[in-house]
């Protein structure tokens, strides 16, 4: 069976400090994506990654992808409020055609001034 | 502008009724997918389409009708089959090929009175 697993769930966090969000997934992947949710609206891409090894970084986020542990990492840098969203990660599955993708629950990430 | 429309963006639904929610793409993407949304929850694959006239079940088919008539359009039928309908409703696109991103509409909330 196809899982991906985030963790944590809900993060709590003081601005100015750092974290890491964590993506675990079952079995080997083509293709991890990190996306962003704000409440009651749809996803925001955020990074792409493709390769093992693979680091991408686009202001206070950086996302990582080691494929032979399975496990992708996003992490926070200095958080400020506007930060707080919804992330997601999702993996596009060896052998799933196109782009489909298995979401993990997310992770509900709450700074606070 | 390219994008994916998705409509409406609130749907009210009676108990035994069947709605059908829209999503039109002006990509010129070949795949499309809906996906469901619950409340503090990852994304569901309902069905995805990578062919005008084909399309396959994902992983929460039951109760739910697709049809691929056109290229830009992908509407999924929510039946009086599906007992709880209420979620929060994501389409999306993309090109066949890999190590492309999926596109994201800005959902439907649907809600059963």
């Known amino acids: 069976e196809l899982k991906v697993e985030q963790n944590p769930l809900f993060l709590s966090m003081q601005e100015g400090k750092n974290y890491t969000i964590y993506c675990n997934y079952s079995t080997t992947s083509d293709r991890l994506y990190w996306y962003r949710q704000d409440p009651g609206k749809s996803l925001e891409s955020l990074f792409v990654?493709?390769?093992?090894?693979a680091v991408k970084q686009e202001g206070r986020l950086m996302a990582s992808l080691d494929t032979k542990a399975r496990l992708s990492t996003l992490h926070i840098t200095a958080a400020v409020h506007d930060l707080s969203a919804t992330y997601f990660c999702a993996v596009a599955f060896s052998g799933n055609a196109g782009n489909m993708l298995t979401f993990g629950g997310g992770t509900r990430l709450m700074v606070k001034p | 502008d390219g994008g994916i429309t998705q409509s409406p963006k609130y749907l009210f639904r009676k108990e035994g009724q069947n709605v059908t929610l829209s999503c039109e793409q002006n990509l010129n993407h070949d795949a499309m997918y809906w996906y469901r949304q619950d409340p503090g929850q990852g994304l569901r694959l309902i069905y995805y389409s990578q062919i005008v006239n084909d399309f396959q079940k994902g992983d929460i088919a039951e109760g739910y009708s697709v049809s691929r008539e056109k290229k830009e359009s992908f509407p999924l039928t929510v039946t009086s089959a599906q007992k709880n309908p209420t979620a929060f409703y994501l389409c999306a696109s993309s090109p066949l090929w890999m190590n492309t991103e999926a596109f994201f509409g800005q959902g439907t909330r649907l809600t059963v009175v």
């Open positions: 990654l493709l390769s093992n090894g």
